[in-house]
């Protein structure tokens, strides 16, 4: 079994089963904390800020207590629509987004940027619009041979698997070679 932390989730692999569990961080602490700061201090502006619901700052409340959630959950529906696209990882159960069972495979053990040029090549660049996701060979595994994608919960992820996740299951090379001359 391996525990691995992201920015909003904690992932709990277990390879003898080919199963990970998704788990979301919730930060109820972090965020009655700032807002017992943030009341104690009046700064009523900044408070209401953090409240807001489509705010896109990074430790607004909504982000803090449901990222995870709406992550898990994204990719569950996101899956269930998609399922002829191969490139997605199978997630197979979602509780409300609470927990999420996936497949587990392979992991991808390729050096990032080797890893990270030939998905740019396969997806035109596109990729590059996510470098969060696209950038890290950790996100993603190989079921068969072929790469598949297990961190999928942003809406930039899921449109850039639309587009090219057919194409880069079954176009990525693991034998792929890059000098970093042309780059």
Known sequence: MQVHKGSARIVIAIPTIHVAVK?????????????????RRSEWDRLAKLCQWNSKYHRSFKRLLL????????????YLCNRENPFPQATYFSFFG?????????????????FYKQLSELTNRTAMKDL?????????????????????????????????????????DPDYTFDGKAW
């Open 23 to 39: 788990l979301p961080i919730i930060r109820i602490l972090m965020v009655s904390k700032k807002t017992y700061q943030l009341i």
């Open 67 to 78: 990222k995870g959630i709406l992550d898990n959950w994204s990719e569950f529906f996101f």
């Open 98 to 114: 609470l927990i999420n069972l996936q497949r587990y495979d392979t992991p991808c053990d390729i050096p990032e940027r080797t």
């Open 132 to 172: 969060h996701h696209f950038e890290n060979s950790n996100n993603f595994s190989f079921r068969d041979g072929r790469l598949v994608m297990h961190d999928y919960g942003s809406k930039v992820t899921r449109a850039i698997i639309v587009l090219y996740g057919e194409n880069t299951h079954y176009s990525f």
